[in-house]
């Protein structure tokens, strides 16, 4: 799931002398996605200390000139700016607010002067663009929301973008998948530097795994990424999408293309971010996980729809993307999905409980949706710290308590 590495120690030896391990700065821009931005403040700008968590000191630093804007008409103000980033020996980027605008030339040169001086830089999601941006991650593994891996691998092809992995680790430079994965990387910086127990503490208070299995594949769509269309590509790509119930391979696809192994395999790894086996072999898990939850097909028969040589080579590949067996994951789909149209105490929109091999706790993936509002301007100030509301009760994992769906149980 994650490249750890053992330089992040060496890293943070390495800093300057008016850096300090316990400070992190958030750099934030105006459009930038809320959730996100909101992410790296809840992980080290809230004082858990009563639950085992060490404290961080929080600095919000404005990228530009504010007051901010963000999702749903927020506006802010942060009370700091570039300058405090000297101090800082996290800098934090949360999601940029467009792939396709270059950030405040300001912002990276800040964001250079802090790793040359010994900073650990984190790229959450998008926040790769930025940090892509001002040369950091050059010759380096990263990864971003696997939607936009073809578009930092096209334009920048010195980062070699894995769209697989939920975040990487490459000691002093960290990026994450969308989204939820930057709860991961964060609880990650935390359990690097503070050991697994403070993360645990972390993760419970914070209602979610300490350490997901897995990567961004079970989470792949079907469609064309974004700057495919005017690629001579696009037809050999629409081409496989519509045939995965063939059995083809990639000189197949190379020969459609007209081109050679060799040019076929750079040239479809610098518009997809991916290698043309690996895309070919998650695009056939992923149709194989479609016909599971939607037809009546025997595992046997779902290989063959989906263009592998046989059900063995459905299940090795099924099981390292997904971390189960077909029928396993049929069967936990169904019992969290029934024709009925719901579980009772389940939300809408939860996904189902899918299995990982050796785990009897299984794997959980949420995906939460909100319903739009109207635009509404509020100022705030961002960076204040809070104190943590809503608190459980000492007997909230009480022993011989009836489980809920969705409830975890103790460590």
């Known amino acids: 799931m994650s490249q750890d590495s053992a330089a992040a120690t060496e890293a943070v030896r390495k800093l300057s002398g008016r850096r300090r391990r316990e400070v ?30 060490p404290r961080y000191r929080l600095l919000v630093c404005g990228g530009e000139e504010g007051p901010l804007r963000t999702t749903g008409g927020l506006e802010f103000t942060t009370p700091y700016g570039l300058e405090a980033i000297s101090r800082a020996g996290t800098v934090v980027v949360p999601a940029w607010r467009s792939i396709t605008s270059p950030p405040p030339a300001e912002a990276l040169d800040a964001l250079r002067r802090a790793h040359e001086e010994g900073a650990r830089i984190v790229g959450l999601c998008t926040g790769a663009f930025v940090l892509a941006a001002a040369g950091l991650l050059d010759s380096r593994p990263a990864t971003t929301h696997w939607m936009y891996a073809p578009t930092l691998a096209k334009r920048y092809p010195s980062v070699h973008v ?25 609880l990650h910086i935390v359990r690097t530097d503070h050991g697994t127990e403070a993360a645990g503490a972390l993760a419970r208070r914070l209602v ?4 997901r299995s897995g990567g961004q594949e079970r989470y792949l769509d079907r469609s064309l990424p974004e700057e495919i269309g005017s690629d001579p590509l696009a037809e050999v790509v629409a081409w496989a999408l ?31 971010g991916s290698a043309p086996l690996q895309w070919l072999i998650t695009q056939r898990v992923l149709q194989a996980q479609r016909l599971l939850e939607t037809s009546e097909y025997s595992v046997d028969e779902v290989a063959g729809r ?47 409980v899918v299995p990982a091999q050796g785990s009897s706790a299984g794997r959980r993936a949420t995906a939460a949706a909100a319903p739009p509002g109207p635009s509404v301007v509020t100022s705030v100030t961002v960076g204040a710290g809070q104190p943590e509301h809503g608190k459980p009760g000492p007997d909230a994992y009480a022993a011989g308590r009836p489980a809920l769906p969705g409830q975890r149980s103790a460590p």
């Not at 979610?208 to 350490?211: A, N």
């Not at 099924?318 to 009925?340: E, I, N, T, W």
């Open 306 to 352: 989906c263009g592998f040589r046989s059900p063995v080579a459905l299940r090795g590949h099924f099981r390292r993307q997904l971390g189960s067996s077909p029928a396993a994951y049929r069967a936990a789909y169904r019992a969290r999905r029934p024709q009925s149209g719901g579980v009772e105490g389940l939300t809408p929109g939860i996904d189902p």
């Open 162 to 186: 894995d769209p697989r992995e939920l975040f990487v680790d490459d000691g002093d430079v960290l990026t994450s998948a969308g989204t939820a994965a930057g709860i991961d990387l964060c």
């Open 208 to 211: 979610v795994p300490s350490r």
């Open 242 to 272: 519509e045939h995965l119930h063939e059995q083809f391979d990639v000189e197949t696809l190379a020969a459609r293309a007209y081109m050679s192994r060799r040019t076929f395999d750079r040239r479809f790894r610098s518009l997809t």
């Open 24 to 53: 992190v700065a958030v750099l934030l821009f105006s459009g930038g996605p809320i959730f996100e931005s909101s992410i790296p403040l809840s992980v080290f700008g809230i004082d858990r200390q009563d639950a085992g968590v």
